[in-house]
């Protein structure tokens, strides 16, 4: 069982940043990729930004490419999403997740372990 804990969400002004951190704890983390999803009221969960199980690869949806930076520190169990530019378009509950492979996924269905979700709200 892998446990993943998400922190760092809040509520910031269009074009701020804010960091989401996600802890994960359980079996072993760097054998298995992890990705960024997100989730906005009505909508379906959506894959946001993923990393290799080296952190060697790295994929982004074309929405956040460019003001979203995703990295991993293995030593720690960590992973972290770096956002900036914010817009009311990104306001979503942001979920860490990790996947059954050591490349990344898009869908959500080649996750096997969720976090409980930390609220980002960008206001206009």
């Known amino acids: 069982q892998v446990q993943l804990v998400e922190s760092g969400g809040g509520l910031v002004q269009a074009g701020g940043s804010l960091r989401l951190s996600c802890a994960a704890s359980?079996?072993?983390?760097?054998?298995?990729?992890m990705g960024w999803f997100r989730q906005a009221p009505g909508k379906e969960r959506e894959f946001g930004a993923g990393?290799?199980?080296?952190?060697?690869?790295?994929y982004y949806e074309d929405s956040v490419k460019g003001r979203f930076t995703i990295s991993r520190d293995n030593a720690k169990n960590m992973v972290y999403l770096q956002m900036n530019s914010l817009k009311p378009e990104d306001t979503a509950v942001y979920y860490c997740?990790?996947?059954?492979?050591?490349?990344?996924?898009?869908?959500?269905?080649?996750?096997?372990?969720w976090g409980q979700g930390t609220q980002v709200t960008v206001s206009s």
């Open positions: 997740a990790q996947a059954r492979s050591r490349w990344i996924p898009i869908n959500t269905h080649e996750y096997d372990y």
């Open positions: 359980g079996r072993t983390f760097n054998n298995n990729a």
């Open positions: 990393i290799r199980d080296s952190g060697g690869g790295i």
